[in-house]
Nanobody, 113 residues
Framework: QVHLVESGGGLVQPGESLTLSCVAS????????MGWYRQAPGKQRELVAT??????KYADAVQGRFTIRRDYRNNTVYLEMNNLKPEDTAVYYC????????WGQGTQVTVSS
């Protein structure tokens, strides 16, 4: 059983920055991807960024603006989001992909002027 707790969401203006955090309740093997997905109203959940020790993936829409950082010792993953845009508005979910997918409860990010 893996329990994921996210924090750091909120309301920001376009162009501002925000950092999300996710802590796992147990050890996550480094080979298992750990990262972030998001779901906007009326849309499917989509990959934002994931990381292992050898591979980091970003969605095209966030490449160059978002940075994922994984703290393997503390089973934590961060998502630094810069130059936020209104289209980044969504619920952001932490994910661990082992033999099954584990999900956090989600944290709301709203980008609006």
């Amino acid at each position: 059983q893996v329990h994921l707790v996210e924090s750091g969401g909120g309301l920001v203006q376009p162009g501002e920055s925000l950092t999300l955090s996710c802590v796992a309740s147990t050890t996550i093997f480094p080979i298992y991807p750990m990262g972030w997905y998001r779901q906007a109203p009326g849309k499917q959940r989509e990959l934002v960024a994931t990381a292992t020790t050898s591979v980091t993936k970003y969605a095209d829409a966030v490449q160059g603006r978002f940075t994922i950082r994984r703290d393997y010792r503390n089973n934590t993953v961060y998502l630094e989001m810069n130059n936020l845009k209104p289209e980044d508005t969504a619920v952001y979910y932490c994910n661990v992909r082992s033999r099954i997918d584990w999900w956090g409860q989600g944290t709301q990010v709203t980008v609006s002027s």
